[in-house]
T-cell receptor
Framework: GAVVSQHPSRVICKSGTSVKIECRSL??????MFWYRQFPKQSLMLMAT?????????EQGVEKDKFLINHASLTLSTLTVTSAHPEDSSFYIC????????????FGEGSWLTVV | AQKVTQAQTEISVVEKEDVTLDCVYE???????LFWYKQPPSGELVFLIR????DEQNEISGRYSWNFQKSTSSFNFTITASQVVDSAVYFC???????????????WGAGTKLIIKP
């Protein structure tokens, strides 16, 4: 079946640096990709929605300049956490869909980010 | 407004007991999709089921079963003869069928942490 792959699965970075997380749809073209953030023991919080070739739509309260999302192709979206701070430490997960029927939505494995 | 409520934050049962996880949703749409996902401690989301609003038939898959009741806006999930490996956080989610050129988003419940004790 379709697979969405996230990389890296775990990353530790220093405060002030930037870190990039990739989300790839391996065997289908993802017209839309979503980025979620999950705090410990909480539900998933949608950060932004990205369509290939256009600017991402950010949810209220999510800083666009801090969480840069690029959806350059139909199989790849990237989330870059810029000038990371310890409070950015979280579990980030992407999902991808290839149509709007509600029938196909796939999640990546998630990425654990720790900022030290 | 769309909303998904999982009132049970944590459930703890002894292995082999049956357990039901509740999910109540709110939506104005007549066409929508409901989902259940399992999130084990490793973090990845495991898809369990998708149900569209026009299909009210209950579904059984092995030890898992789902009861969809539109009259009460509920989509409850039951695990029969629970096992330790069922321990995880379970999320219920809703997606409304919007216009064809709209983005498809999931509205998540808060999740229910299920602990199965040996």
């Amino acid at each position: 079946g379709a697979v969405v792959s996230q990389h890296p699965s775990r990353v530790i970075c220093k405060s002030g640096t930037s870190v990039k997380i990739e989300c790839r749809s391996l065997d289908f073209q993802a017209t839309t990709m979503f980025w979620y953030r999950q705090f410990p023991k909480q539900s998933l919080m949608l950060m932004a929605t990205s369509n290939e070739g256009s600017k991402a739509t950010y949810e209220q309260g999510v800083e666009k300049d801090k969480f840069l999302i690029n959806h350059a192709s139909l199989t790849l979206s990237t989330l870059t956490v810029t000038s990371a701070h310890p409070e950015d430490s979280s579990f980030y997960i992407c999902s991808a869909t290839q149509d709007f029927s509600g029938n196909t939505i796939y999640f990546g494995e998630g990425s654990w980010l720790t900022v030290v | 407004a769309q909303k998904v409520t999982q009132a049970q934050t944590e459930i703890s049962v002894v292995e082999k007991e049956d357990v039901t996880l509740d999910c109540v949703y709110e939506t104005r749409d007549t066409t929508y999709y409901l989902f259940w996902y399992k999130q084990p401690p490793s973090g990845e989301l495991v898809f369990l089921i998708r149900r569209n609003s026009f299909d009210e038939q209950n579904e059984i898959s092995g030890r898992y079963s789902w009861n969809f009741q539109k009259s009460t806006s509920s989509f409850n999930f039951t695990i029969t003869a629970s096992q330790v490996v069922d321990s995880a956080v379970y999320f219920c989610a809703l997606s409304e069928a919007q216009a064809v050129d709209s983005n498809y988003q999931l509205i998540w419940g808060a999740g229910t942490k299920l602990i199965i004790k040996p």
